[in-house]
């Protein structure tokens, strides 16, 4: 299965030229399936961005990680467009606890009435936002000015490399014997051996992790969630010379990012929600999270798209 990030918007409460309110775009592809579209966050705009960046509307759950504007205001336009659209599949919004009723009125602003089905599920965090097919959304607790939380995308454990000189050796012939066994089925050959899957599979290889903290303070919830995480996207509202700022605001510098990467052990760090102070250069940003983080680190900008690997490719 594939899983490719795109940022649509990357800038903190107000937007710049060339960063737009915040929004995250997550397609997960199973092998010979239809892909599975995501949003973390919906920012004002969030629609044109996914025009502009290609994405594709295929939305089918968005993941809203609190109600400041910067975060959901992107929803009315998508969910109004999806009708002109003529969209009949059903939409799931994510929410954390105590927020639908403001959220339906999001999807109902100005008197709509989508024709398709919109639903607004509270998510209370420690609970599983979706149960996917291969995967999983689980919310977690964060620190803002707000209610709000982060979610974290767990993919299941894949079967181990399957040793094909191995039942070749055992007798096992070509063909679908080796499909059953490496799906966790027993074989019998004609002579009546039986040959298990423990004797040709290698151990389960670990699925990949995903984490979208959306504004935060530091927390260890986000350490917790974010343990050998493939891909950590924090919060990194300030520099380290606006620390204060960021405390009374309930932001993280990229500095105290890049110590929750480095604490959880995360193999890669995104920085996202960039204040319009650094509008001209934000590679300050980058500079401080690459003195306390070892892993590949970045300043995450409008466009860019990264895909995430499975940990032993």
Not at 117 to 124: D, K, N, S
Not at 156 to 161: A, I, Q, S
Request: aromatic share 6%; proline share 6%.
């Amino acid at each position: 299965m594939s899983m490719r990030v795109t940022f649509l918007g990357t800038s903190g409460a107000v937007p710049t030229t060339e960063r737009a309110p915040s929004a995250v775009f997550l397609s997960l592809s199973p092998h010979n399936e239809e892909a599975i579209d995501m949003l973390f966050d919906a920012g004002e705009g969030t629609q044109r961005q996914m025009m502009r960046f290609e994405t594709g509307f295929g939305v089918s759950h968005i993941f809203v990680s609190h109600l400041h504007g910067d975060h959901v205001l992107g929803i009315p336009g998508l969910v109004q467009s999806w009708e002109f659209s003529d969209r009949e599949d059903p939409l799931a919004i994510h929410v954390p606890p105590g927020c639908r009723e403001q959220v339906e009125g999001l999807v109902h602003a100005a008197g709509f009435q989508p024709s398709y089905p919109v639903r607004v599920h509270e998510v209370a965090p420690g609970s599983v936002a979706l149960d996917g097919a291969g995967f999983e959304v689980r919310a977690f607790e964060t620190n803002h000015r707000t209610v709000s939380q982060g979610y974290v995308v767990v993919e299941d454990d894949r079967p181990g490399r399957f040793d094909r000189e191995g039942a070749e050796e055992l007798g096992v012939p070509v063909g679908p014997a080796f499909g059953k066994l490496h799906a966790g089925e027993p074989v019998e050959l004609e002579d009546g051996t039986v040959v298990r899957p423990e004797q040709v599979v290698g151990d389960p290889r670990p699925g990949r992790r995903l984490v979208y903290t959306g504004d935060t303070r530091p927390v260890q919830a986000t350490v917790d969630a974010a343990a050998d995480a493939d891909l950590l996207i924090h919060d990194a509202t300030f520099t380290n010379e606006a620390a204060g700022r960021a405390r009374q605001t309930h932001h993280s510098t990229a500095r105290e990012a890049a110590d929750v990467a480095a604490r959880a052990g995360a193999k890669r760090l995104a920085l996202t929600h960039v204040s319009s102070r650094y509008a001209g250069d934000a590679s300050e940003l980058e500079r401080e999270a690459r003195r306390r983080f070892d892993g590949e680190c970045f300043v995450a900008h409008d466009g860019q798209t990264v895909e995430v690997p499975y940990p032993d490719s």
